[in-house]
Nanobody
Framework: VQLQASGGGLVQAGRSLTLSCAAS????????VGWFRQAPGKERQFVSA????????LYADSVKGRFTLSRDSAKNTVWLQMNSLKPEDTAVYFC??????????????????WGQGTQVTVSS
């Protein structure tokens, strides 16, 4: 399984940005895609997750109400719509895939496959 994340960039605070994550290879009919982020000097943290089959989502408290995760199951692609961005959202964002996941989970150890990361920088 390969994951290709894209869409990062530099934006001003309050603006929006959309990240995408496309999965290819031997995926399953039921998996979970998660987004995580890592700021300089900090540990990687959970952002959001979505299940392929039902579209069930989970969000970190820090992004709830601002970020929206959606998916196109036929295209094996998910999008993370990030609105009202804040400087503290600045980080490298990674998408990851839990091949056997039937539930959206924030546990990093559940995700077997990881994308390369895309930089998001929010200026104040």
């Amino acid at each position: 399984v390969q994951l290709q994340a894209s869409g990062g960039g530099l934006v001003q605070a309050g603006r929006s940005l959309t990240l995408s994550c496309a999965a290819s290879g031997r995926t399953s009919s039921s998996y979970t895609v998660g987004w995580f982020r890592q700021a300089p000097g900090k540990e990687r943290q959970f952002v959001s997750a979505i299940t392929r089959r039902s579209g069930s989502t989970l969000y970190a408290d820090s992004v709830k109400g601002r970020f929206t995760l959606s998916r196109d199951s036929a295209k094996n692609t998910v999008w993370l719509q990030m609105n009202s961005l804040k400087p503290e959202d600045t980080a490298v964002y990674f998408c990851a895939l839990d091949l056997s996941g039937q539930y959206a989970t924030r546990a990093q150890e559940n995700y077997e496959y990881w994308g390369q990361g895309t930089q998001v920088t929010v200026s104040s």
